[in-house]
Structure formats: structure tokens, C-alpha cells
């Protein structure tokens, strides 16, 4: 009678780890899935000084804070930037190292390297002024979807960036 009792009492506690596992038997619970990225959030994106890209994603998913969307990872901007011709991989005289650097197109759009330190380690960043951050919050979708074709254009308004900067510096007083 007791055996009867105790398999009983075991049965019970399996259905009810079934329950909270989501109908998985002797697993973990999965994750709940996340919704797609809201492009949409997109609207409210500002610039706010030249960054790396990291914190321009942790700029653009910081008003999506405690809602379960997929992320945006810096390697998938990266890799897109470098298929589309912005960045590249080139050997570093200034670090000693292959390290990701913005091509001729790249410092066009407002892609630039500063050199950081920290103990043990001398590293290129890889910033994005204004313009760059804006073509890529204009892009995301297409970096997200893989899609290569025709990003938007590289202009400041209506001139490339680089006309840009060589048409303030005739026009600084």
C-alpha cells in the first residue's frame, strides 16, 4: 500500500514537471520566443556622439529595454559593412596586427580608427561619426535580412560625405 502511495506521489510531481516545462519531460524549460526586431524603434534613434558600433546598438536597443526581441549583434552590422565595401581586415602598422579598418569607402561615409589601449592590449576602433550611424539605422533592415543590393546612398544631405567635409573646410571662416 505504501509503494502504491510513494508512485503515486512520483507520477504527480512528473506531470507537474511536465506542466512547467512546457510539455518537454526531463528538460530544461526553452526560452520563450522573441519577437522580431521592431524596425519601427528606429524612429526615435538620435545621434549623440561619434561611437564604435557596439554602443551605437546599445544605443538603438536601449528603448526596447525588458521586452524579449531578437538583438542586433555588432558581428552582424560588421560583416555586412565589410560585404558591402565599408570595412575591411588590412594589417595595422600602428597596433602591429590585422585588425578591421574602414576602406576608401568607408572614411568616405565617416568611418575612422582611433588607437585605445589597456594593459596588455594596443587595439584599433573602429568609429562611426554621425553620417555613418545614420546610413546604418537607415540599413538595418537590409543588414538584418542579408540583403546587398543598393544600400542606401552614401550622401550627407545631397553631397557624399567626403565633397562634405572638403566644402566646410572652404567655407569655415
Known sequence: MQYATIRAEGEKRRLEEVRRNG????GKRTRAAKEPFPFEALKQFQYERDQSIT????QIHAPLEGREVKKI???MVTDWMKAAGYLTIAYSGEVGKETTMPTEKGRE????TEVRSVPGNTYLAVIYNQNAQEFIVRNLERIVSGEMEQPEPLLYGKFPYSMLQSVQKWTRP
Open 23 to 26: 510539455g518537454v519531460i526531463g
Open 55 to 58: 554602443h551605437v546598438l546599445k
Open 73 to 75: 549583434s555588432a558581428r
Open 109 to 112: 561615409l565617416g568611418i575612422y
